[in-house]
């Protein structure tokens, strides 16, 4: 009896260790690396190289540093801006490089030598992508990520809101944010994200990575319990209760032993809470499904099936190349398409766009002057100094309207030797928390000062005296903004109007005719023209500056049915998907049936065969030209 009640007890001690050891496995660690892929990455960094190239080795020694810790960490690659020019302001330009696995370092260098910085930052949309696509098994990973840039959103995004919404809730450990240049309204921007690194020279980067690995050694990097640790330590290593030497009571207790039930089911029937899920090992590292997309590689394996004119007929450069169809699309089942479908049994193809020029007025058919372009004069610039005593020499740069209002513009300034001009001394003027100019170490002196990139604005003979505080408060202009079409015109952008606010701020919205040029104070702004499909702009308005955003001449669509089809789907082709932005009613009144449209690809969806059981609906695409007439039948 006691032989037995020793072996119940022996399991009830290794039932007890198995639960305990379930408790402890702990989910593995993943890192995303979110890359800026804009254009502005190939700027020089620290006068050495590329700022790209910068960000790659910062991206290889923080992933060797952090396998140095452990080994079994999942790295993944998410880039922006990479794929499309910065000239398309193409803010759907998102894409994940390389997705989550161990031992990847040599793939991700790999994949890193292969990019180069392209276009714009949708940082928001990439934020968002990696909330739905990259971070989803929470049950079995925690998850941090990484950001490294050298700028801000400028596609209108929202940061904060997406972090807020989508990421704040799936993300175990706070993210970083490694910036490439020193440049302090960035901090303000990605407050709300994680913690702010500059890592500006070569210097700052085994800092950076070790404050990094730091950080994550001691609680989201640490090496985790396993499941297959615990079933290796079950089967080949039980708790040493289970290790003595049964056979050896079996010679004082027999008698008892026969006289209870026979305990063979006790000896051979494994615990039930020994039984633990098996995961096969080559199963641990399968990314999990990518989610469904809505980007058109979908739409054009759909239409191979269906045998419909692809997109790719339309001859335009934003027509989406084969290099979209991704890893992660060509591995996973291609979702279902939720677009409308087109009945591939129509007995005939619907009838091609004609395109017709636009009659153009007599006031917009005389001759343009050629006139060379007007190089503005270097302005005199006003500026007070105030000095105020202390143990160092240094220099404030202060930029203000003279009525009391201060900017907080960081643009880089350049003191040169006035009687030279060589340049001396390079820095950016950021400010603190409450907008103050941060102090310059500058040896006294008589300077030049310069903004690179403006040539009309130079202040010579500024003068700093040792020991002292040397503030320079520099009166500045207001910007201005105004809009022109982008071919050669004498026609004014009578057509449009846009709406003016400054970006990521609650404030004042400004409306602005694009016949008229306005003055506004240094800052970022968003501006939204009320075309057709709408425009979005995201533009840096600095003192002194004219700033003329260009567009492009509309042209027109002209649906021709003299048959009413009721309210038929305009999309227009935004990046790299197609969205809905009018429902035009086509009731056989022509006049009725003509928009004004940007010029670029479209689809139009609408119901054949109307009101019948046969009823089908119908995709046909068409583009409009600037200054041209696009005549559109739709089959009915």
């Not at 910085?117 to 990973?141: M, N, Q, T």
């Not at 604005?457 to 202009?477: D, R």
């Not at 075309?531 to 260009?550: M, Q, S, W, Y």
């Not at 046909?620 to 696009?630: E, P």
Request: proline letters at 8%.
């Amino acid at each position: 009896m006691r032989v037995l009640t020793f072996i119940l007890l022996c399991i009830l001690l290794t039932s007890s260790w198995v639960v305990k050891a379930q408790q402890q496995i702990e989910k593995e660690p993943r890192i995303l690396i979110l890359l800026d892929g804009s254009s502005s990455m190939r700027n020089s960094w620290a006068d050495n190289g590329q700022r790209f190239d910068a960000a790659g080795k910062i991206i290889t020694e923080l992933i060797d540093s952090v396998y140095k810790v452990n080994d079994q960490v999942e790295f993944a690659l998410r880039v922006y801006g990479h794929q499309h020019p910065a000239q398309d302001n193409n803010c759907f330009d998102t894409r994940r490089e390389v997705m989550f696995s161990k031992n990847n370092l040599a793939q991700m260098t790999l994949r890193l030598d292969a990019l180069n910085p392209y276009g714009v930052s949708p940082i928001a949309l990439s934020l968002k992508e990696a909330a739905e696509s990259d971070i989803i098994d929470l049950k079995r990973y925690k998850y941090s990520l990484i950001l490294v840039t050298d700028g801000g959103e400028s596609c209108g995004g929202d940061i904060c809101a997406v972090v807020e919404e989508l990421l704040r809730k799936k993300i175990d450990f706070r993210p970083y944010i490694v910036s490439l240049i020193d440049y302090a309204p960035l901090r303000k921007q990605y407050e709300c994200l994680g913690e702010y690194l500059v890592v500006s020279k070569d210097s700052d980067i085994p800092v950076a990575v070790g404050k990094i690995v730091e950080e994550y050694k001691s609680t989201f990097i640490k090496p985790a319990l396993t499941k297959q640790m615990i079933e290796k330590a079950i089967v080949n290593k039980p708790p040493s209760a289970l290790k003595m030497n049964i056979p050896a009571f079996q010679v004082t207790a027999e008698k008892e032993i026969q006289a209870v039930e026979k305990p063979k089911p006790v000896e051979k029937k494994e615990p039930e809470l020994l039984v633990i899920e098996s995961i096969p090992a080559d199963t641990l590292i399968v990314e999990a499904p990518a989610k469904k997309s809505n980007i058109v590689v979908e739409e054009r394996v759909r239409e191979k099936e269906k045998n419909i004119e692809k997109i790719s007929s339309i001859n335009t450069p934003h027509t989406l190349p084969q290099k979209y169809a991704t890893e992660a699309v060509t591995q996973a089942k291609v979702p279902e398409y939720t677009a409308p479908v087109v009945d591939v049994h129509k007995p005939s193809p619907p009838p091609k766009p004609i395109y017709k020029p636009v009659k153009l007025t007599a006031s917009s058919t005389k001759p343009i002057e050629n006139k060379p372009p007007v190089v503005a004069p270097p302005k005199k610039i006003d500026y007070k100094i105030e000095r105020e005593e202390a143990k160092e020499t240094t220099v404030e740069i202060f930029f203000t309207n003279g009525k009391g209002k201060f900017y907080e513009t960081a643009p880089k300034l350049v003191l040169s030797d006035s009687k030279t001009g060589k340049e001396l001394h390079t820095f950016w003027r950021t400010v603190n928390a409450v907008g103050s100019p941060d102090p310059q170490n500058i040896p006294p002196g008589i300077y030049k000062l310069t903004i690179p990139g403006k040539d009309n604005f130079a202040i010579n003979n500024l003068e700093v005296l040792p020991n002292q505080k040397n503030k320079f408060l520099i009166e500045v202009a207001n910007a201005s903004l105004r809009f022109e079409y982008a071919h050669p015109t004498n026609k004014a952008v009578v057509e449009y109007a846009a709406r003016v606010k400054k970006a990521l701020q609650r404030g004042q919205v400004h409306k602005q005719l694009c016949t008229q040029e306005l003055e506004y104070e240094p800052d970022n702004y968003h501006i939204e023209l009320n075309t057709l499909p709408r425009k979005h702009f995201n533009v840096d308005l600095e003192f002194g500056a004219i700033v003329t955003i260009k567009i492009d001449r509309p042209g027109y669509l002209q649906v021709t049915n003299s048959e009413t089809l009721g309210q038929v789907q305009l999309y227009y082709q935004h990046g790299d998907r197609f969205e809905p932005f009018y429902k035009l009613n086509v009731n056989g009144n022509q006049p009725q049936q003509k928009l004004r449209l940007m010029p670029g690809p479209y689809k139009v969806v609408y119901l054949q065969n109307r009101g019948k059981p046969n009823a089908t609906e119908m995709v046909q695409d068409f583009r409009v030209k600037s200054d041209m007439i696009t005549e559109l039948y739709l089959k009915p």
